[in-house]
């Protein structure tokens, strides 16, 4: 397996532009995970889904924020406007049940 | 709301040498699963070790181990023979059994030093 791809790897925008970050999950994974990594922060939770469905949302910042998982294959984050302090890496991770997290090379989002 | 503690935001070690990295916990749970990640420069995520709650016995990968205290929430990894390629930022993590809602701690910087 190729394990979580995440796409893009880096993106630069401009305040006020959407932004939309790509995952796809390891098959057979039933959960997928939305992660965001500041030096202020840490790795934060954003949000989770099991089966496709979200299921703790409760990490993500505002409303500007918002991901869907339309099938097994295939989720996305996306920030609509984006801010400066959007600036951070985003990462998608997959599991199954009792299992650890495997991890995507992560999205490295500036907005300028 | 469980939470991880990392008490050392830096180390460093001398290749060869052995280092322990600290992790406490706190959560009403009895069934639990704790891990440990490393972030090389790479920033690629990569499961170091794994520990389930109910399991007497330390985990063992290789070089790694860990030291788990259940009833005093404790998980501390330790890294034999360091290795150069062991420099990165190193995360405890916790899961409740149950929902796979991983938590991190917010990590430990370490530096092994030739």
């Known amino acids: 397996d190729a394990g979580v791809i995440q796409s893009p790897r880096h993106e630069v925008t401009e305040m006020g532009q959407e932004v939309t970050l790509r995952c796809k999950p390891i098959s057979g994974h039933d959960y997928l995970f939305w992660y965001r990594q500041t030096m202020m922060r840490g790795l934060e939770l954003l949000i989770y889904f099991n089966n496709n469905v979200p299921i703790d949302d409760s990490g993500m910042p505002e409303d500007r924020f918002s991901a869907k998982m339309p099938n097994a294959s295939f989720s996305t984050l996306k920030i609509q406007p984006s801010e400066p302090r959007d600036s951070a890496v985003y990462f998608c991770?997959?599991?199954?049940?009792?299992?650890?997290?495997?991890f995507g090379q992560g999205t490295r989002l500036t907005v300028v | 709301a469980q939470t991880v503690t990392q008490s050392q935001p830096e180390m460093s070690v001398q290749e060869a040498e052995t280092v322990t990295l600290s992790c406490t916990y706190d959560t009403s749970e009895n069934n639990y699963y704790l891990f440990w990640y490393k972030q090389p420069p790479s920033r690629q995520m990569i499961l170091v070790i794994r520990?389930?709650?109910?399991?007497?016995q330390n985990a063992t990968e290789n070089r790694f181990s860990v030291n788990f205290q259940k009833a005093a929430k404790s998980f501390s990894l330790k890294i034999s023979d360091s290795q150069l390629g062991d420099t990165a930022m190193y995360f405890c993590?916790?899961?409740?059994?149950?929902?796979?809602?991983?938590?991190f701690g917010a990590g430990t910087r370490l530096t092994v030093k030739p």
């Open positions: 520990q389930e709650a109910y399991k007497q």
């Open positions: 993590a916790f899961m409740k059994e149950g929902n796979n809602d991983m938590r």
């Open positions: 991770a997959s599991s199954k049940t009792y299992t650890e997290a495997f």
